[in-house]
């Protein structure tokens, strides 16, 4: 059984950090590109940035420049490191594959920005 565990969340002040980590079970990570969605309440999941196999990644132009997002494969887990946060990055933040898979959603981890 495929599990993807997210941790790191918390709360943090506008322009503060964070470092999300999704720690994937079984061959997942090394297999797939891997992504971080989020969800904020109240409206649709989104995503936010994708890692492939190789490295490559893409960003949400909403986060660009300021996440970043990484891949350990010896580890089996994805980072997302997420510098000047802001009041609407306020979401709940999951990990998945890309393009993400609906048995592998997880219980995500709560990011809340605010003073």
């Known amino acids: 059984q495929v599990q993807l565990v997210e941790s790191g969340g918390g709360l943090v002040q506008p322009g503060g950090s964070l470092r999300l980590s999704c720690a994937a079970s079984g061959s997942i990570l090394r297999l797939n590109t891997m992504g971080w969605y989020r969800q904020a309440p109240g409206k649709q999941r989104e995503w936010v940035a994708t890692i492939t196999r190789g490295g490559s990644t893409d960003y949400a132009d909403s986060v660009k420049g300021r996440f970043t997002i990484s891949r350990d494969n010896a580890k089996n887990t994805v980072h997302l490191q997420m510098n000047g946060l802001k009041p609407e990055d306020t979401a709940g933040y999951y990990c998945?594959?890309?393009?993400?898979?609906?048995?592998?959603w997880g219980q995500g981890t709560q990011v809340t920005v605010s003073s």
């Open positions: 998945n594959t890309s393009p993400e898979r609906y048995d592998y």
